[in-house]
């Protein structure tokens, strides 16, 4: 679908994440919002266009293919009511905009959204598809989900992190994680944490993994690591590397391209909305 128009709802310091996203993704804004009056406004200056700080005002009034969260906010149910009436594909880049107390008893009210830019679903990843079955079962793997403040919160980059490993891994038996730097408060809403975490994973049949993520570096990079007796697959949003550990050198391949966070959400929704 060429030109989609979509909603979105971001904050100040996301004006290039989205503006990454419409441009590989040919996607146009038919509306902008913001949790926050200040950020509205300069939201709507920046792309000119109206601006509210009202998801239900907005949600009402505009029309669009696509809605895509992507500030790292809370939305309560009446939010979420709107949202779900409008009936198009909602997209976010936190994986619940629910409250943590929400999200352990499950008191929410049911919209049905899609996490972008998911790396199980980047082109880079998809096409290593038949590389990684070839591969065989690894019994150690290390995943890298790394963005900036602007790509979302950590929870975002733990999200991904966690979705690929869990989808090679299968059950958790055993997990440990820990925040970098200087220990402060846990935050009551998930989409406030911030910083850089490592997280370690023990797979039921004896597998682990490692996650090492962060919110603040300085540009975006994702990476999967499968080691094993077949070698070390190597795989990034660009395709991959496989070391058979033989002197003819790795063998690469698969598709994708390197990008930021905006770059492959923009595709991932475009695709979606393409059908």
Do not use: K
């Not at 992507?70 to 009436?85: I, K, M, Q, Y």
């Not at 972008?116 to 690894?138: H, I, K, M, N, Q």
């Not at 975002?156 to 299968?170: F, S």
Request: proline share 5%; hydrophobic share 40%; with cysteine.
């Amino acid at each position: 679908m060429a030109n989609a128009r979509i909603i979105v709802w971001a904050r100040r310091g996301q004006e290039s994440l989205v503006d990454d996203a419409l441009r590989a993704g040919n996607l146009a804004i038919a509306g902008v919002g913001a949790p926050t009056v200040a950020d509205a406004t300069a939201l709507g200056s920046h792309w000119d266009r109206p601006a509210t700080s009202d998801i239900r005002q907005t949600a009402r009034e505009t029309d669009a293919a696509a809605w895509w969260i992507a500030a790292p906010c809370v939305l309560g149910g009446d939010e979420r009511g709107a949202l779900a009436e409008r009936g198009c594909p909602v997209f976010t880049s936190e994986p619940r905009p629910i409250a943590f107390d929400e999200l352990l008893t499950g008191d929410a009210s049911s919209l049905d959204t899609a996490f972008v830019p998911l790396f199980r679903r980047s082109a880079g990843y998809r096409g290593t598809l038949d590389a990684v079955e070839a591969f065989g079962p690894a019994p150690s793997m290390s995943v890298v989900v790394a963005g900036g403040p602007g790509d979302g919160s950590l929870f975002a980059r733990l999200y991904d992190a966690m979705d690929t490993l869990v989808t090679l891994g299968g059950t958790v038996e055993r997990l440990d994680a820990a925040l970098g730097g200087e220990t402060t408060a846990t935050p009551d809403r998930l989409v406030d944490l911030t910083g850089s975490m490592t997280v370690s994973l023990r797979f039921t049949g004896g597998r682990s993994g490692t996650a090492h993520v962060s919110n603040q570096t300085g540009g975006w990079f994702r990476r999967l690591t499968l080691a094993g007796e077949a070698g070390i697959l190597s795989i990034g949003d660009n395709g991959y590397a496989w070391h058979r550990g033989d002197a003819g050198g790795p063998e690469t391949g698969g598709e994708g391209a390197p990008g930021s966070a905006g770059t492959h959400a923009g595709v991932q929704i475009a695709r979606r909305l393409a059908g």
